[in-house]
């Protein structure tokens, strides 16, 4: 995991600072507060948020040093918070987000630190950041309720963290500026799925590993291989590779064909568009040696939106923002 002060690099007497805090936190809760927006302007505002900084880094580091795995769900996601805050507060972002993402950090921090049990595993939607990527936000929920979870804390909790940084990216500076978050986000459940497909917690993992899943994305109103963004393929070739590498047994394949929201050619063009699209990727999938009689498909149009953008523009602009929903989505069905 990348943390803003990497824990084993804290100096003595910041460290000696942050326990000092750590025990303070126990009964006054809430410690970690940065300065108004209005007041960092001055090298000596920022020293004292960069402090505040730091101390919350050392709470985490208590807490390591305690026991607690870096590897650990609630660990990691302070740890995330912390990271999204300090990012954004490098950025120069004056809107609550750095604070209100500290403050997740810390409520999880106090929680551990107090011995809460359980620990809340939910992730707010701070400073109102758009709601982004419904698919990859449904992986992560079925990713806490696999047997294989406990592989994968570390990635679930840093993945459902990016997801809320690029919503709030999404909000100040529209799409472009929340994409590379998205990628990260969905690099991370790519990455949890893989863990929890290989953790080793007995035989319910034999039985049902859970599906490899990508994203093969087309043009605007467009449906051939060469319509495909080719970025795209390298999703089925790592599925495919996992399979290979893992030992896993295809059972089946299921695709699942998309358009976005725009109007196509024609009344209800989106529903035969999506078909097209997934018969496409049945092709691309029989050339790279799959069994035809292995793979079926479905289509549903434009009634499974993961990116809204609303408000984008211009029109070329929202065409780019809907890509992620002009996609055949391919499960890959495997067993040990």
Known sequence: MTTLFPIDRIAPSLLAAALLAAVAGHADAQQAQLLPQQQRITDEAIHADHGTYEATQGRIQALNDGGRPIRDYHLSKAQCWLDVSFHEYSRNDRS????????????????????????????????????????????LRVLHGAPGFVCAQQQVACGEVELVHAGNEFNQQQWRHSKPYIQIAEELVNDAEALARQCDVGPAIVAAPGPLVANVLFEFD??????????????????????????????????????????????????????????????LLIGRGIDPHRIRYEYKGDTQQVQQCDGVRPRAALLECLLPNRRVEVRFDVTR
């Open 96 to 139: 609550a987000f750095p604070q209100q993402a500290l403050t997740e950090s810390e409520t999880l921090i106090v929680g551990m630190e107090q011995g809460v049990s359980p620990l809340p595993t939910d992730t707010p939607l701070v400073n109102n950041a758009k709601y982004l990527r419904d698919d990859l936000w449904q992986r």
């Open 222 to 283: 467009r449906d051939a291989y060469r319509d495909i963004r080719t970025y795209s393929l390298e999703s089925v070739d790592r599925a495919l590779a996992s399979i290979a590498d893992e030992s896993l047994q295809l059972d089946g394949v299921t695709l699942v064909g998309h358009a976005d929201r725009m109007q196509g050619r024609g009344f209800d063009a989106n529903q035969a568009l999506s078909e097209r699209r997934a018969r496409t990727v049945r092709e």
